[in-house]
């Protein structure tokens, strides 16, 4: 029972990359509020220890399961657990991502970079020596942050069209997602034109984008110099939000950038803490019948693409 005295649906939950970071602390603050929840993890070891900690924290309500987002064989492995544990899926997460660079991390911390300069992108100019971007390093982020998010979507779908409380969907953003910090106004209309959004437009952007990569032309073909391919690869994923929304109205599906938060992601330059953080995600995960959907969230509250 609920405390309005209402019989409560117990609630099944998937959280990607939940091992440590924004992840682990989502994981933690759902399950705090009775939420079943599956914390995954690309790495045994690491998935399981995570899980014996909450365990010990007194949350019984935590369970592991391996999944990697770039390997299709791990995601139908997940995909048939819960199907086989739960029958059915009312909350997923998909909060996995990587910075996709080559950090000097010495040369980034001598730098002292205030947190006004990273967020603003004033710092843009003065982070190129020591974040570099790789060719490799750009397609494995896109594989990951993009095209990982539309693979475990895509394979929990139908379990989560099963939720009876019509399913939550949150995609983890940030900040680098917005806009107005792509240069290319051409690229900017593309992505802001959600009554002419197809996941083959952005495939057609993201190619485009490692094209230009190639030719070292993303300063000439307008795209962000900041963290480039993690850049395009949050503003893809919330265009493919706004797509999935369209798609799926008896869900509410958002994205959400978290704040700058302290974790490995950043190399620990975040001014918040993993707590503050999840309240953005969680937020989202439980959103109540007639919320938002296919809107961007600034951590708690609703903010422009
Ligand atoms: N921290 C911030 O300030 C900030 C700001 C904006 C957005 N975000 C977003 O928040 C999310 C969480 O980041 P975080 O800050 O908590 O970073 P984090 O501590 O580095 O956590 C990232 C998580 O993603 C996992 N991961 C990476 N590739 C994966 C794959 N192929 N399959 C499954 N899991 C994978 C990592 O696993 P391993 O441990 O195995 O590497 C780790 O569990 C990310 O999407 C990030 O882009 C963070």
Same mark, same amino acid.
């Given at each position: 029972m609920d405390s309005s005295?209402?019989?409560?649906?117990?609630?099944?939950? *998937? /959280?990607t990359g939940s091992n440590k970071g924004i992840g682990l602390e989502t994981v933690r603050q759902l399950a705090c509020q009775g939420v079943t929840v599956v914390l995954t993890a690309r790495d045994?070891?690491?998935g399981k220890d995570a899980t014996a900690e909450l365990h010990s924290a007194g949350l019984p309500n935590v369970i592991f399961h391996q999944l990697d987002v770039l390997d299709p064989v791990s995601i139908q492995s997940l995909v048939s657990f819960i199907k086989d544990k739960f029958g059915r899926l009312d909350i997923l997460v998909n909060n996995a991502g990587m910075?996709? *660079? /080559?950090?000097d991390e010495e040369h980034l911390r001598a730098?002292?970079?205030?947190?006004e300069s990273w967020l603003s992108g004033k710092a843009t100019n003065i982070v190129q020596g020591a974040i570099k971007q790789t060719y490799e390093k750009a397609e494995e982020c896109l594989n990951s942050n993009y095209y990982g998010v539309q693979r475990v979507a895509e394979a929990l779908l139908p379990l989560l069209e099963l939720s009876p409380l019509g399913a939550r969907v949150v995609n983890v953003s940030s900040l680098r997602s917005e806009l107005w910090r792509i240069p290319g106004e051409d690229i900017r209309k593309e992505l802001a034109d959600v009554d002419t959004l197809t996941e083959e437009k952005i495939d057609a952007i993201l190619k485009r984008f490692l094209h230009a990569m190639k030719e070292n032309k993303l300063e000439e073909d307008g795209w962000s110099l900041m963290l480039p391919a993690y850049s395009i690869s949050k503003a893809t994923l919330n265009a493919y939000t706004r797509i999935l929304a369209k798609k799926h109205p008896n869900m509410l599906?958002?994205?959400?950038?978290?704040g700058y938060v302290n974790t490995d992601m950043n190399w620990h330059t975040g001014t918040l803490t993993v707590e503050e953080g999840a309240k953005g995600p969680v937020k989202?995960?439980?959103?109540?019948d007639g919320g938002p959907s296919g809107c961007y969230f600034d951590q708690t509250e609703v903010a422009s693409f």
């Open positions: 005295g209402k019989q409560s649906v117990e609630k099944y939950a *998937v /959280v045994e070891k690491r910075g996709g *660079v /080559v950090v730098l002292n970079i205030d947190p599906i958002n994205c959400v950038h978290p989202c995960a439980l959103l109540p």
